[in-house]
């Protein structure tokens, strides 16, 4: 398939290792928020999320942290597998105007090595 | 989750022609979204397609260029209108499911010859 984010910061790590991806968001007033991956050839697929009233959320393999003072979100994934290697998207949303629709970050490139 | 389908998946064109592009999804939803992924870019939302009134459009796309149908709950269409190598993209939707979470299709890829 053809490559996603060909020109995005690449992070690298050891298959095993813990990955921090880190985004920062654009709206103070985001409430709403979304972790993505996607992997080549393929639309993005849904990680996590987190709502402003929290600060950090666990699923399996991974968590997700939001610091809404510095408006940044992290994605961090335990024993990092071959298979987590993709494009990673962070995504936003002002959820009570009603407008659901969400403003994407500029992507992280995870290279997981053997 | 729901189960979103796009066909084509993907597509070569010729410049000055249009593409239509279609999503099923396989339960009524309230709210899809169209999204053009530029070659090694983020995503950008197109419009919001609403079922049974025009679609709501972002900055910089307009109806012209980039028309859309939704014509019940389950399904979507958006037409890539009189196209050049500049349209070539990624194409995604999305559908609104269980409140805010989005989910997206795999994608249709068109290139722009």
């Known amino acids: 398939g053809e490559s996603v984010g060909l020109h995005l910061p690449t992070l690298s790590v050891q298959e095993g290792d813990n990955s921090i991806i880190n985004c920062a968001y654009s709206?103070?007033?985001?409430?709403?928020f979304i972790w993505y991956k996607q992997e080549s050839g393929k639309g993005p697929q849904f990680i996590i999320d987190?709502?402003?009233?929290?600060d950090k959320r666990q699923g399996q393999r991974v968590t997700v942290l939001l610091n809404k003072t510095v408006k940044h979100l992290s994605l961090q994934i335990a024993a990092t597998q071959p298979g987590d290697s993709a494009v990673y998207f962070c995504?936003?949303?002002?959820?009570?105007?009603?407008?659901?629709?969400?403003?994407f970050g500029s992507g992280t490139r995870l290279q997981v090595q053997p | 989750s729901a189960v979103i389908s796009q066909k084509p998946s993907r597509d070569i064109c010729q410049r000055g022609t249009s593409l239509t592009i279609q999503c099923q999804v396989d339960s009524q939803v309230t709210m899809m979204f169209w999204y053009r992924q530029q070659p090694g870019q983020s995503l950008t939302l197109i419009a919001t397609?609403?079922?049974?009134?025009?679609?709501?459009?972002e900055s910089g796309f307009v109806i012209d260029k980039f028309p859309i149908s939704r014509p019940n709950l389950t399904f979507s269409t958006l037409t890539v209108s009189n196209m050049s190598p500049e349209d070539s993209s990624i194409y995604l939707c999305?559908?609104?499911?269980?409140?805010?979470?989005?989910?997206f299709g795999p994608g249709t890829r068109l290139t722009v010859l």
């Open positions: 999305s559908v609104l499911w269980d409140g805010d979470t989005q989910y």
């Open positions: 995504a936003e949303n002002l959820s009570d105007t009603g407008r659901r629709a969400l403003t």
């Open positions: 987190i709502r402003s009233n929290m």
């Open positions: 709206n103070s007033a985001s409430d709403y």
């Open positions: 397609a609403n079922q049974g009134s025009e679609a709501t459009y």
